[in-house]
């Protein structure tokens, strides 16, 4: 979903920065900033006078930006940040630089962004923070937080309004997964259930063409394929139906049953299935109907623009000072490795049983090395978030897996153990999100526009 993104020119007569083209030049620059981030940008002005401004307020409340980039092309009465105060929408203080660095003073910006950076601060009844850019839209002080504030603009209009897939249950005495209360935080989200009734009447609808497809895009996705045949067809005419079905109702995350219901239903285990429709459709999926982490797949997705997945916090490496994340078998085509990719049977399921039926499709592999983001939207609504790295290894147990290292908070390092005791203090669910990338800035700021609170990283203590 595309983000609006507001642009309002301000100025005065006595000043320069219209006649030399200032805020031409600025739109252009961020409407070809914005367009390549998924937001589209509407301007207004230029204006002068706190009237004006009055009016550019109610053209920018009528369109429901999502963020307000104020141009200060030269000087401008301060009555103009004063029509602002109570917008629902964060501003940004855009200034350019001074033509010359001697002689007369030409557009005196820089004091205007700063008058009106107070008065936000020490008029408006509810004080309001501005970001401030400095420069040409390439410029450092430009560039890089403007496309976090973008970003942000545009994952936050897109989380708010998405649709959430809803498969089945609640795995058997999960009790901590369940939350009754994301309707009433995300009030404007579409929560769409189907049961396996009526997957089932989907899958009888799958062609011979769609099958076939779907068997090729399954095997190309690894480099050994050690599951029966009969697993492979099964999983292949549900990977296609729930395409269809995805799809149709534009799903944007799903949370979805696993176990018992497609090995009662389909004889399958749907780890394989899952993970693709992350890779290639973009529709992450929370497997044991983890409806918490299906939306925090949502935020790390629309954040990072990458494929994230679902793990277990399984364990710690005290020599490494590394903590294992592992599942039975759902993962991401942005974390696997190049090769070495297995699909297996999956490796626990009735395994003391000497006759049981073998049932796949399961990924088997350890994660590449790579700078990564663990996140969790925990069911007390509030964001953890920290990154981290992945320890060059192939250890680990059957399925998909990773060690990861090097953990840091807000610039700050932290231990394993910090980690862990955290996720313990603070009952995180067992459920963590693994995301390609360094996005903990933009998910902190994501947080704060979503008035969601942030859980600290805090130190182990004995």
Known sequence: MKSKIGFLISHSDNYYGVELGLHTKA???LEAFAGELGCETVSYGPIKTGEEAVRARSHFDSLDIDYLVMFIADFTAGDVMTAFEGVSYPIGIWFPKEPHTTGDILLNAVVTANMFASITQR????SLHCDWYYGDIHDPLVQERLRLNLTVARAKRSIEHATVGILGDVAPTFFNL??????????HMNFLHFNMEQLRAEVARVTEQELTAAKTLILSSCDHMEASEKSLDNS????????NYLT???????????????QDEFKIVPCVIYSLLGSELNIPVACEGDIGGAISLLMAKEVSGAVPTLMD???????TGSLLLWHCGIGSMDLAPETGVKIINHPMLDRKNPNRELMG???DYHFKPEALTVLRYSNNGKLLSFQCSVEPSLEGYSGTRGYLNGFTGKGQPFSAADVMDTIFRNGIEHHLIVCPGSIEAALTKLAERMNIPVIEIERYQA
């Open 27 to 29: 739109l252009q620059e």
């Open 361 to 363: 499709l399961s990924y």
């Open 248 to 262: 149709e109702h534009h799903v944007d995350c799903l949370a979805a049953a696993c176990w018992p219901d497609f």
């Open 313 to 319: 916090l399984t364990g710690i490496k005290p020599e």
């Open 178 to 187: 369940e939350n009754h209360r994301l309707p009433e935080l995300f009030p």
């Open 236 to 243: 292949a005419r549900v990977y296609a139906a729930l395409k």
């Open 123 to 126: 008029t408006y009844k509810d």
